[in-house]
């Protein structure tokens, strides 16, 4: 699973990580930001992974692709 958690002082998320990785990140912003404040806001939940890429994306792409290099061939 794939987590982001967002700040709840601003609008600050971590990018989708392993839950440890996005709580570390979290940890280090709320430091760097609003020191002496413990951090909070919520925490998104995907049952991806971290690590899951673009889903179909690059298969439209493709199809893109295919579509301009058709269209080139008909002139």
């Known amino acids: ?17 392993t839950e440890f990785a ?3 990140r979290q940890i ?12 909070g806001g919520h925490v998104e939940v995907d ?11 690059h298969l439209l792409g493709i199809a893109i692709l295919l579509l301009v290099l058709a269209a080139a061939c008909r002139r």
Request: charge should be neutral.
């Open 1 to 17: 699973m794939a987590h982001r958690y967002w700040c709840g002082e601003c609008s600050h998320r971590t990018p989708w990580l």
């Open 22 to 24: 996005a709580a570390q």
């Open 28 to 39: 280090e912003h709320y430091a760097a930001e609003h020191p002496g404040i413990p951090p």
């Open 47 to 57: 049952r991806g992974g971290p690590d899951r890429g673009f889903g179909c994306l």
